[in-house]
């Protein structure tokens, strides 16, 4: 039985099935979407709504086993993000965006951010 009052405090990451390390900062937005208010000089007219893509993002540690160069070139994916909550976040066709990834060599670590037009989470 899952620990109803464990809220945050763990969690997974895996990329077309292939689990990396995380060591933290892990986020995600779900895909939705975008209203910004239409004003005019008389008063509220109405919105304009664009739809947004979700995101996943975390720290990770650059392991033996890490391919920096395979997570750069990452389009097309399913990402998963399994958290302490029993939340299991999915982003489907997802792409790495930004620059290509950097490690710190001090402690390992990475920053990596994949957006998808299908984030859910389960």
């Known amino acids: 039985m899952a620990d109803s009052?464990?809220?945050?405090g763990t969690a997974y990451v895996a990329v077309n099935g292939q689990s990396y390390s995380i060591v933290g900062q892990g986020t995600y937005q779900v895909s939705g979407s975008s209203r910004e208010p239409l004003n005019g000089q008389d008063g509220f007219h109405g919105y304009s709504e664009t739809q947004?893509?979700?995101k996943i993002s975390w720290q990770g540690r650059d392991g033996s086993a890490t391919k920096i160069a395979a997570l750069n070139d990452t389009s097309n994916a399913t990402v998963t993000l399994a958290l302490a909550n029993g939340k299991t976040i999915i982003a489907r066709n997802a792409t790495r965006?930004?620059?290509p990834l950097a490690v710190n060599s001090e402690d390992a670590t990475f920053e990596v951010e994949f957006i998808s037009p299908d984030v859910t989470e389960n």
């Open 5 to 8: 009052q464990r809220l945050a």
């Open 52 to 54: 947004r893509p979700g």
């Open 97 to 99: 965006m930004g620059e």
